[in-house]
């Protein structure tokens, strides 16, 4: 049974930075991807990436901003968000996966973290 906790979220200005975080508990997780839902709206993919961490995908509306990345060694992934704007708020969630394909689907991920607020104040 996997588990996965996300922190890093908050309040943060516009043109600003946050760092998200998710730990991974449990067995070995291998594609892993961020996904948010803003008020109202559906959930979709903000990244994603593969086991080895040199396959990435990104949404168009955060390329160039945001960058995800893993640590294997503490079964962990991150997302560096940068230049931050009012529309990137919204609860982000961490997925994982045991399967290896990277996909930005959400019905490709089996685990799901508890969601973090992130609120990007103009």
């Known amino acids: 049974q996997v588990q996965l906790v996300e922190s890093g979220g908050g309040l943060v200005q516009a043109g600003g930075s946050l760092r998200l975080s998710c730990a991974a508990s449990?067995?070995?997780?291998?594609?892993m991807a961020w996904f948010r839902q803003a008020p109202g709206k559906e959930r979709h993919a903000v990244a994603a990436?593969?086991?080895?961490?040199?396959?990435?995908d990104y949404a168009d509306s955060v390329k160039g901003r945001f960058t995800i990345s893993r640590d294997n060694a503490k079964n962990a992934v991150y997302l560096q968000m940068n230049s931050l704007k009012p529309e990137d708020t919204a609860v982000y969630y961490c997925?994982?996966?045991?399967?290896?394909?990277?996909?930005?689907?959400?019905?490709?991920?089996?685990?799901w973290g508890q969601g973090t607020q992130v609120t990007v104040s103009s």
């Open positions: 997925a994982a996966s045991i399967f290896s394909i990277l996909s930005t689907m959400q019905n490709d991920y089996e685990v």
């Open positions: 449990g067995r070995t997780t291998r594609r």
């Open positions: 990436i593969t086991w080895s961490g040199q396959i990435t």
